[in-house]
């Protein structure tokens, strides 16, 4: 497995091509998770979210990445970081 930065690489989507693929890290000193997703672009969806603060940003995830998710934090939610 690949670290970058204090990122340890789990996995892209392997139902996207190599270079638009959503992909999960894992920040190894705090357990977070980073995600990359796609944006959300339709005009229904963001009605239905509603205001995002500026700070803050929502992402389409596939569900068929949950996989990666369960990965990064052992299956269970007690991965590296986790207190």
Not at 9 to 24: A, E, L, Q, Y
Not at 50 to 77: K, Q
């Amino acid at each position: 497995m690949e670290i970058f930065m204090g990122l340890r690489f789990i996995g892209k989507d392997p139902g996207s091509d190599n270079d638009h693929s959503p992909t999960v890290w894992l920040d190894e000193m705090t357990g977070d998770l980073i995600l990359q997703g796609w944006k959300i672009t339709d005009a229904k969806t963001q009605a239905e979210i509603g205001v995002v603060p500026e700070n803050e940003t929502v992402i389409r995830f596939p569900v068929r990445m949950i996989p990666f998710v369960l990965e990064a934090h052992d299956g269970d939610g007690s991965g590296p970081g986790v207190q």
